[in-house]
């Protein structure tokens, strides 16, 4: 057997594989070490990621709902600035139209005054020509003359 060359052969070989193995099976050990610290990384990397998404979702999530009920109490701000703003214009409307009757019947009552007082005048013009006409007919110009000078003298004693 030692004079074998197929045993030396084999023994050489099996003293190169055991020469080799441990810086191999370091080299090796080493290599998938790093490969797996560097999954480990990005495992820890990728749940952190997931993480701060989970966070961003809930963030945007409660932005989102705070929006909602922001819009919401704008609507019902609106809706109630809009009831009383239609209150107010109603209001408004109510006494422009009380106003504008209460100054029709002030120019209906100034109007009536002014033809009662246009009616009187002319019943005043009336009456003074028939009241002429009939002291024109009736009294003689020597009476005429004579209540003329009474009416004068009159006339001053009732001014004072």
């Known amino acids: 057997?030692?004079?074998?060359?197929?045993?030396?052969?084999?023994?050489?070989?099996?003293?190169?594989?055991?020469?080799?193995?441990?810086?191999?099976?370091?080299?090796?050990?080493?290599?998938?070490?790093?490969?797996?610290a560097l999954i480990r990384t990005q495992i820890e990397e990728a749940r952190k990621l997931r993480e701060d998404a989970q966070a961003l979702l809930a963030d945007y999530?409660?932005?989102?709902?705070?929006?909602?009920?922001?819009?919401?109490?704008?609507?019902?701000?609106?809706?109630e600035d809009a009831t009383r703003m239609r209150a107010d214009a109603e209001q408004d409307l109510t006494r422009s139209i009380e106003r504008r009757k209460q100054q029709a019947l002030e120019r209906i009552a100034?109007?009536?005054?002014?033809?009662?007082?246009?009616?009187?005048n002319t019943a005043v013009d009336v009456a003074l020509n028939a009241a002429e006409a009939l002291l024109r007919?009736?009294?003689?110009?020597?009476?005429?003359?004579?209540?003329?000078?009474?009416?004068?003298?009159?006339?001053?004693?009732?001014l004072n």
């Open 61 to 79: 999530q409660r932005k989102q709902r705070d929006a909602m009920a922001e819009a919401e109490r704008i609507i019902q701000q609106a809706k």
């Open 1 to 36: 057997m030692l004079q074998d060359p197929a045993f030396w052969v084999g023994l050489a070989f099996l003293l190169v594989i055991a020469l080799i193995y441990k810086p191999a099976m370091k080299s090796i050990s080493a290599s998938l070490d790093g490969r797996a």
């Open 110 to 120: 100034q109007t009536e005054a002014q033809a009662i007082a246009q009616v009187r």
């Open 137 to 158: 007919d009736n009294i003689a110009a020597g009476q005429a003359q004579t209540m003329v000078d009474k009416s004068i003298a009159e006339l001053s004693k009732r």
